[in-house]
């Protein structure tokens, strides 16, 4: 069955970064392209960007370009998404999602990141 | 950017209700438009994909409608398991994937 499984909560510094895991399993991972979307505490889903798998090709929200890279490694079946300046209104919970044909069709658990001096 | 926006904000109903939620687009998204259900501390659940077609293992009582800039998603008979957060999203511009600002289904 499709599984994707985030890394672990992070607490980080103002002006640090933090690098968020994602590992799939149960399909060819090369085959489907992977959002990420984040939650503040309390607010609604923002959508941050997205990466193809296969080529490594990306696209991000323009609230988060120069601040965000997205990579993978298709020998671990793992995306990465690392954010790097952070403040506090970074906070968030942090999910990956899998697109199928143009919808989210599966989610990670979230990793919290909470970013406090 | 394409702009999506949910009303109600909240929404308090009771079980058996009939339920709609509505979700507008700034521009035509043609059919592009899916319908999310988070549950508190839970990653979001895609419930309709392209405006109305119905997400495997999610029960008939969920129908989504619309087409262009106007959708609905109804819940014919809400269940206690129904009260939870629903998310529009829209997947026309597929650089950059909106969610509405949510919609809270709430007990009354």
């Known amino acids: 069955q499709v599984q994707l499984v985030q890394s672990g909560a992070e607490v980080k510094k103002p002006g640090a970064s933090v690098k968020v895991s994602c590992k799939a399993s149960g399909y060819t991972f090369t085959s489907y392209y992977m959002h990420w979307v984040r939650q503040a505490p309390g607010q609604g889903l923002e959508w941050m960007g997205i990466i193809n798998p296969s080529g490594g090709s990306t696209s991000y929200a323009q609230k988060f370009q120069g601040r965000v890279t997205m990579t993978r490694d298709t020998s671990t079946s793992t995306v990465y998404m690392e954010l790097s300046s952070l403040r506090s209104e970074d906070t968030a919970v942090y999910y990956c999602?899998?697109?199928?044909?143009?919808?989210?069709?599966?989610w990670g658990q979230g990793t919290l990141v909470t970013v406090s001096s | 950017d394409i702009q999506m926006t949910q009303s109600p904000s909240s929404l308090s109903a009771s079980v058996g209700d009939r339920v709609t939620i509505t979700c507008r687009a700034s521009?035509?998204?043609?059919?592009?438009l899916n319908w999310y259900q988070q549950k508190p501390g839970k990653a979001p659940k895609l419930l309709i994909y392209?405006?109305?077609s119905l997400q495997s293992g999610v029960p008939s009582r969920f129908s989504g409608s619309g087409s262009g800039t106007d959708f609905t998603l109804t819940i014919s008979s809400l269940q206690p398991e129904d009260f939870a957060t629903y998310y529009c999203q829209q997947s026309y511009s597929t650089s950059m994937y909106t969610f509405g600002q949510g919609t809270k289904l709430e007990i009354k």
């Open positions: 521009q035509s998204i043609s059919s592009y």
């Open positions: 392209a405006a109305s």
């Open positions: 999602a899998r697109e199928f044909q143009q919808q989210l069709d599966y």
